[in-house]
């Protein structure tokens, strides 16, 4: 199983601790003749266990077809709502919010190509990422693309656990659909911000589990993407 590398300390420190918690509870129990410590063994190595589960890598298959849009994260689409964006899209947009889960992958992903024009972080509180509230209170990093098509929003919200939002993006940067960007650590929300006056259909529907770089959220124009 591939790890990210967004979350080599993380790895590093939860995989040791585990496996030294577990080491001294093995040799508490052998010292001790008490078996049924070794039970407790089960906790650290499964603490362990699932930071390798959750900074999984898994490979993708990004779509191909110049009009796709792929969806940016994985998890559950909880919002689909036609909004205002004024912050860089600056028109009517459609709104796609994705909730992530603890279980789901959390990397992010481009989700469609062109150039980052715009990056602004800012700091706020930390609700629950399944709360539509998070959208406009929580700590957050928005990610402008200008592309072929129109303008794009990309945003990393922090959730209640989360506590940090990866972005390796620079102003300048090019990006490819599905190419790995960053990701927001243990429970989050992502949203994509595509403008309504830019031919962009809505392939997806609300309650709609999707996978970053793979499940095609939306084509341009009338193509359908396959």
Avoid at 2 to 28: C, D, S
Wanted: proline share 4%; net charge positive.
């Amino acid at each position: 199983m591939a790890l990210t590398t967004y979350a080599k300390r993380e790895i590093a420190v939860f995989t040791a601790l585990g496996i030294a918690g577990a080491a001294v509870l093995a040799a508490v129990a052998y010292l001790t003749g008490l078996w049924w410590i070794y039970l407790f063994c089960i906790i650290p190595a499964g603490a362990a266990g699932f930071t390798l589960f959750f900074f999984r890598d898994p490979r993708r298959t990004v779509p191909q077809g110049g009009q796709v849009v792929v969806a940016p994260a994985d998890g559950k689409i909880t919002e689909i709502a036609q909004v205002e964006e004024g912050d860089y899209v600056n028109a009517g947009s459609h709104k796609i919010g994705i909730f992530l889960s603890l279980f789901n992958v959390h990397l992010n992903r481009a989700p469609y190509p062109g150039k980052v024009e715009y990056l602004k972080y800012t700091p706020g509180k930390f609700l629950n990422a399944g709360n539509l509230e998070s959208s406009k209170v929580n700590e957050s990093n928005a990610i402008g693309i200008a592309t072929e098509k129109c303008r794009m929003l990309l945003r990393q919200i922090s959730g209640v656990i989360a506590r940090r939002i990866v972005c390796e993006l620079k102003e300048g940067d090019s990006v490819e659909t599905g190419q790995k960007f960053g990701m927001i650590k243990f429970g989050s929300r992502t949203e994509l911000y595509v403008p309504t006056d830019s031919g962009f259909e809505l392939r997806v529907t609300m309650g709609q589990k999707v996978k970053a770089g793979e499940t095609v959220i939306g084509v341009f124009a009338a193509e359908d993407a396959n």
